[in-house]
């Protein structure tokens, strides 16, 4: 089953407009983490954010903020004030906290992001 | 600070050819892991190692795939023999490990690995 489930497979944004980028996942685990990572055409992966399923707040780092719905199970990655160089793929990723595979990361299909000047 | 450190960044092989992928994680790092990402899959897990041990191999497509971790600053992934289906980036990513319930991996370059 899917765990981790990104429905815009392509988005397109205008220079300096905001956007949001659609995450929503499955666990039956109460402790989780999850993550955005970017993934340019250089082909690096690049860490955005985190957001523990215990955070009271949502997580924001410079123009990425994450928009957690923890009952509806969905943590979409807003950038604002988007650039040129945001253009990329980008990954939701999730971390359960079960013990037997604790440390284990899963990733998203991706979304492909498009910033028009 | 010096990243994790890939190499090579490109490799072009032929069918039946041993291939060999070089990591070098974050100094300090407990946590090593190998993916392949391939636009039909996406990002697979194929191994994982904690103080150098491997906890999880079950991503590992099948016995012509091994990976080992001598110590904590070096890991390999090995292919032998290689086939087209191969073909495809292979990223290694390092993590400090579980402490205060964050796992944040930070990812190499990552190889590019195309086999003729």
């Known amino acids: 089953a899917q765990k981790i489930t990104q429905t815009q497979p392509g988005m397109f944004v205008q220079e300096k407009e905001a956007v949001t980028l659609d995450c929503t996942y499955d666990?039956?685990?109460?402790?989780?983490?999850l993550f955005w990572y970017k993934q340019p055409s250089s082909g690096e992966m690049i860490f955005l954010i985190y957001?523990?399923?215990?955070?009271?707040q949502n997580a924001t780092e410079g123009r990425y903020s994450l928009n957690f719905q923890k009952a509806r199970k969905s943590a979409n990655l807003v950038i604002s004030a988007s650039q040129l160089g945001d253009s990329a793929m980008y990954f939701c990723a999730m971390r359960e906290g079960r013990r037997t595979s604790y440390d284990k990361v899963i990733f998203g299909p991706g979304t492909s992001l498009s910033v028009i000047p | 600070d010096a990243g994790v450190i890939q190499s090579p960044r490109h490799e072009v092989t032929e069918m039946g050819q041993e291939v060999t992928l070089r990591c070098k994680p974050i100094?300090?790092?407990?946590?090593l892991f190998w993916y392949r990402q391939t636009m039909m899959r996406g990002l697979e897990l194929l191994i994982y190692?904690?103080?150098?041990?491997?906890?999880?191999d079950s991503g590992m497509p099948e016995d012509r795939f091994s990976a080992k971790m001598p110590n904590a600053s070096f890991s390999t992934l090995k292919i032998q023999p290689s086939e087209p289906r191969d073909s495809a980036v292979y990223f290694c990513a390092s993590s400090p490990g579980t402490s205060g319930r964050i796992n944040i991996q930070y990812f190499g370059a990552g190889t590019r690995l195309s086999v003729l």
């Open positions: 957001q523990g399923s215990y955070d009271q």
């Open positions: 666990t039956s685990d109460p402790s989780y983490g």
């Open positions: 100094s300090g790092h407990d946590y």
């Open positions: 190692f904690n103080n150098n041990v491997p906890i999880d």
